[in-house]
């Protein structure tokens, strides 16, 4: 019979975010933008990039209107900031500036029904243009 040896356990870390103790294989990393640790339960991934949550970046206008982070439509956006705009220096400044502005617009937005529906509307030709844009680039592929 064979004996075997000693049980080595992973270093574990407490997680920034949340405040519980993971062993380092659960760990997403440090978030680019206020150097939290941050678990891969906690972690909001952009790319390669790590954000806590407080940190991560969202369409704040877009969200409000929907309701939901996880709207098909928020995603189009998303693609559409991530491909286009993050991708040179202009777009860039209008996207910081769009964080920088957009969160108390947004709060306005969620509590009216209204304007929920009228953003929703405006949105409605912009999504549907990144969106026949995108699926012609995925069908090129």
Same mark, same amino acid.
């Given at each position: 019979?064979?004996? #075997?040896?000693?049980?080595?356990? #992973? @270093? +574990?870390? $407490?997680?920034?975010?949340?405040? =519980?103790?993971?062993? *380092?294989? +659960?760990?997403?990393?440090?978030? *680019?933008?206020?150097?939290?640790? %941050?678990?891969?339960?906690?972690?909001?991934?952009?790319?390669?990039?790590?954000?806590?949550? +407080?940190?991560?970046?969202?369409?704040?206008?877009?969200? /409000?209107?929907?309701?939901?982070?996880? /709207? @098909? #439509?928020?995603?189009?956006?998303? =693609?559409?900031?991530?491909?286009?705009?993050?991708?040179?220096?202009?777009?860039?400044?209008? %996207?910081?500036?769009?964080?920088?502005?957009?969160? @108390?617009?947004?709060? *306005?937005?969620?509590?009216?029904?209204?304007?929920? /529906?009228?953003?929703?509307?405006?949105? =409605?030709? $912009? %999504?549907?243009?990144?969106?026949?844009?995108?699926?012609? %680039?995925?069908? =090129?592929?």
């Amino acid at each position: 019979m064979m004996r #075997e040896g000693p049980i080595i356990s #992973e @270093p +574990q870390y $407490i997680c920034d975010v949340c405040g =519980k103790k993971k062993p *380092v294989s +659960q760990m997403a990393g440090k978030c *680019v933008k206020c150097g939290k640790y %941050v678990c891969s339960q906690c972690a909001k991934l952009k790319g390669d990039r790590v954000y806590c949550a +407080q940190c991560a970046p969202s369409c704040f206008i877009a969200t /409000a209107a929907y309701g939901t982070p996880m /709207a @098909p #439509e928020i995603n189009i956006l998303r =693609k559409f900031r991530d491909k286009e705009l993050e991708s040179n220096d202009i777009g860039r400044c209008l %996207v910081t500036l769009y964080y920088t502005l957009s969160p @108390p617009i947004a709060r *306005v937005i969620s509590r009216s029904k209204n304007m929920r /529906a009228w953003i929703r509307l405006n949105l =409605k030709p $912009i %999504v549907l243009a990144f969106k026949l844009k995108y699926n012609k %680039v995925n069908s =090129k592929s």
